[in-house]
């Protein structure tokens, strides 16, 4: 059964920080491309960042060079460092395992999705 939990998540004032966790189960976080996505009320669930199974990063626009993924193969745990957050980055954020182990922007791609951890930036 393949199990996947995010934590990380909080409130934080603008221009603060968080560190997302995934914790995998079932799976190789290696041996896999993963995703994190956000989502907001009413709104589909935006790409933020991914990490392949080589380990290329790839990130959306709007968070390149505030945010940072990353993986801990000896935890099977994916990480999203979010740094200058802004109110914008307000959203609940989900970790995501792609079975074809590329990193892929759309979520019906992805394969197993985790229940997700909300961020609430201030201002």
């Known amino acids: 059964q393949v199990q996947l939990v995010e934590s990380g998540g909080g409130l934080v004032q603008a221009g603060g920080s968080l560190r997302l966790s995934c914790a995998v189960s079932g799976r190789t976080v290696s041996s896999y491309a993963m995703g994190w996505f956000r989502q907001t009320h009413e709104k589909e669930r935006d790409f933020v960042a991914g990490i392949s199974r080589s380990g290329a990063t790839y990130y959306a626009n709007s968070v390149r060079g505030r945010f940072t993924i990353s993986r801990d193969n000896a935890k099977n745990t994916v990480y999203l460092q979010l740094n200058s957050l802004n109110p914008k980055d307000t959203a609940l954020y989900f970790c995501?395992?792609?079975?074809?182990?590329?990193?892929?922007?759309?979520?019906?791609?992805?394969?197993?999705w985790g229940q997700g951890t909300q961020v609430t930036v201030s201002n």
């Open positions: 995501a395992i792609d079975d074809i182990g590329v990193v892929r922007q759309t979520p019906a791609e992805y394969d197993y």
